[in-house]
T-cell receptor
């Protein structure tokens, strides 16, 4: 029962490099999302998806792209990394049934990204 | 927009002390409210939730009551343990699909 799996756990990039943070869940959840966590800022929503082929922007989408080709996977792409993107990134998922207001988010263990 | 506000600063207290972490919210309509906990090096985990006014969420000795009249959802525990040391986040579900988090409070329990 893996839950939400994120890779890598740590990554160091140089300014301008690109990379993809991977997120996979095995709970058949329709809803998936990406957050970034910064000191004193809490968690801020980057992008989310309510199902395969459907994505939408959160609070801080600039500099990030997402796609959702399968229910299981929701990768986050940084096309040209900037120091301001140094953060801890969390992927989270939940169901979207009729009880969605009760549904808890399941979080991955996070990716710590440093952009030099 | 819809948001939650948590009290500023870390909380340090002795084992068996009473813990309160304040959370107030701003929202249109009737949001669902949550407390999440983050242990060192881990992702967040749901601690408790409430989906309508006067609901009380409870788990692991923690409680929070959804107070519409004061737009609050304060977290309380009567007797904390060292193992309760973590970061606690208040959160609000709005627009069906967006969960807004507060800035979090670091709780340190000293033996």
């Amino acid at each position: 029962n893996a839950g939400v799996t994120q890779t890598p756990k740590f990554q160091v990039l140089k300014t301008g490099q690109s990379m993809t943070l991977q997120c996979a869940q095995d709970m058949n959840h329709e809803y998936m999302s990406w957050y970034r966590q910064d000191p004193g800022m809490g968690l801020r929503l980057i992008h989310y998806s309510v199902g395969a082929g459907i994505t939408d922007q959160g609070e801080v989408p600039n500099g990030y792209n997402v796609s959702r080709s399968t229910t299981e996977d929701f990768p986050l792409r940084l096309l040209s990394a900037a120091p301001s993107q140094t953060s801890v990134y969390f992927c989270a998922s939940r169901g979207t049934g009729t009880g969605y207001r009760n549904e808890k988010l399941f979080f991955g263990s996070g990716t710590q990204l440093s952009v030099l | 927009g819809d948001s939650v506000t948590q009290m500023e600063g870390p909380v340090t207290l002795s084992e068996e002390a009473f813990l309160t972490i304040n959370c107030t919210y701003t929202a249109t309509g009737y949001p669902s409210l949550f407390w999440y906990v983050q242990y060192p090096g881990e992702g967040l985990q749901l601690l408790l939730k409430a989906t309508k006014a006067d609901d009380k969420g409870s788990n692991k000795g923690f409680e929070a009551t959804y107070r519409k009249e004061t737009t609050s959802f304060h977290l309380e525990k009567g007797s904390v343990q060292v193992s309760d040391s973590a970061v606690y986040f208040c959160a609000l579900l709005y627009g069906n699909n967006r969960l807004a988090f507060g800035k979090g409070n670091q709780v340190v329990v000293i033996p």
